[in-house]
C-alpha cells in the first residue's frame, strides 16, 4: 500500500512536471511568427495575370516584386492585399514603384504589403494550457524548466 502511495506521488509529480513544460513550450510557439500563414494568404489572393518574383519580410512589411500582365490586374492584386475582412495577415498594401515595359505591355512593380503580427500566430497555440496552481507546485527537487534542470 505504501508502494502504491509513492507510486502515486511520483506519477503526480511527474504530470506537474509535464504541465509546466507544456505551458512553457505553448508559450515560446504562442510568440514564434508562422510564415507558412503569410504565403497562404499570399497565394489566395494573387491572380493568375501576376507574378511574384521576390518576397522579403521586414519586421511587419513584406516587400513584393513582380511583373503583371496589366495595370488593371495590378491593382485588382493591389486591392485585395488592402481588404481587412477577406485577409487574416495583410493590412494594407501600397505600389512603391511602377514600370511598363514597352516591348510587351507588361508591368513591373514594388508593393509594400503590411501584416498583422497577430495573423502570423499559429492558432493552435493560441489557447492557454492550464499551469499548476500555487498548491500544485512540485517539489523542489523536481526539474522547473523545459530542459528538466531546476
Known amino acids: 500500500m505504501v508502494a502504491d502511495i509513492v507510486a502515486l506521488k511520483t ?17 515560446v510557439m504562442s510568440k514564434r511568427s508562422n510564415y ?10 494573387v491572380p493568375t495575370q501576376v507574378d511574384v518574383s521576390s518576397l522579403s519580410v521586414e519586421g511587419e512589411t513584406i516587400r513584393l516584386q513582380g511583373k503583371a500582365n496589366n495595370y488593371n490586374e495590378l491593382t485588382k492584386f493591389t486591392r485585395s492585399l488592402k481588404q481587412k475582412e477577406k485577409n487574416k495577415v495583410f ?21 509594400n504589403a503590411y501584416i498583422s503580427a497577430q495573423g502570423l500566430i ?10 499548476p496552481s500555487a498548491t500544485e507546485t512540485p517539489s523542489t527537487d523536481l526539474p522547473t524548466d ?5
Open 11 to 27: 506519477t503526480e509529480e511527474q504530470i506537474l512536471v509535464l504541465g509546466i513544460r507544456a505551458e512553457l513550450i505553448g508559450n
Open 36 to 45: 507558412s500563414n503569410l504565403l497562404e494568404e499570399l497565394k489566395q489572393v
Open 91 to 111: 493590412v494594407d498594401a501600397e505600389i512603391s514603384n511602377i514600370s511598363l515595359n514597352g516591348e510587351d505591355g507588361t508591368v513591373t512593380y514594388n508593393i
Open 122 to 131: 499559429n492558432p493552435a497555440f493560441i489557447m492557454p494550457i492550464k499551469a
Open 146 to 150: 523545459i530542459n528538466g534542470t531546476n
